[in-house]
Structures are given as C-alpha cells and as structure tokens.
C-alpha cells in the first residue's frame, strides 16, 4: 500500500524560505516507473499543479508563478521528495500536498504553508 506524508511546512514572513518533505512508502524510488508531485490548495479555491518529477531521467516541470523561485527534488535512498522554496509571497499560502503516480494516484494529507507578516 502507498502512503505518502508530507511535512515541513509552517508560518513564514514574505521573502523566506521553506523545505517541504513527501516521505514515500510501498513502492521505491529506485525500482519503480513514477511521477510524483506537489500541488496547493488555497480556501476557496481549486486544487491547482505546482512541481512535478519523473523517475526517468529526473525531468522536473513547474507552474509559472514557481519557476525560478521552488525547487523540486528527491533522494533515491531515502524515498523522499522535497519543494525547496524560496522568496516565498503571501499567494503562497496553502495547504500543499504530495501526490504519487505508480501504477494508481496517491495522495497525502498535506502540510499547510502560511505566508505572512
């Protein structure tokens, strides 16, 4: 069974920094075929696409407003993914989750993100 938990996140001032976690269970980063992502939900609205990363070759994608400033990566040994993200902005602000495609869809619980002075 895949689980996913997600951690890392937590109330921060506009400009900083924040690394979230997705430690992943019942499937290995290394063996498997795998596209693993990171969305956020804000209140209110729709769950919407922030990061993505394929087991082939590590091929990394990003929705505009995160480009140049989050940072999507995993440890094979640790089957860990991690959003580095940096300057963070108030728009920030949401509940972010982990989502895992091996096979089926799975999703985490998510760990909220506040971005706020």
């Known amino acids: 069974q895949v689980q996913l938990v997600e951690s890392g996140g937590g109330l921060v001032q506009p400009g900083g920094s924040l690394r979230l976690s997705c430690a992943a269970s019942?499937?290995?980063?290394?063996?498997?075929?795998?596209?693993m992502y990171w969305y956020r939900q804000a209140p209110g609205n729709e769950r919407e696409f922030v990061a993505s990363?394929?087991?082939?070759?590590?091929?990394?994608m990003y929705t505009d407003s995160v480009k140049g400033r989050f940072d999507i990566s995993r440890d094979n040994r640790k089957n860990t993914m991690y959003l580095q993200m940096n300057s963070l902005k108030p728009e920030d602000t949401a509940m972010y989750y982990c989502?895992?495609?091996?096979?089926?869809?799975?999703w985490g619980q998510g760990t909220q993100v506040t971005v706020s002075s």
């Open positions: 989502r895992a495609v091996v096979r089926n869809s799975y």
């Open positions: 990363i394929a087991s082939s070759g590590g091929s990394t």
């Open positions: 019942g499937f290995s980063f290394i063996e498997s075929n795998y596209v």
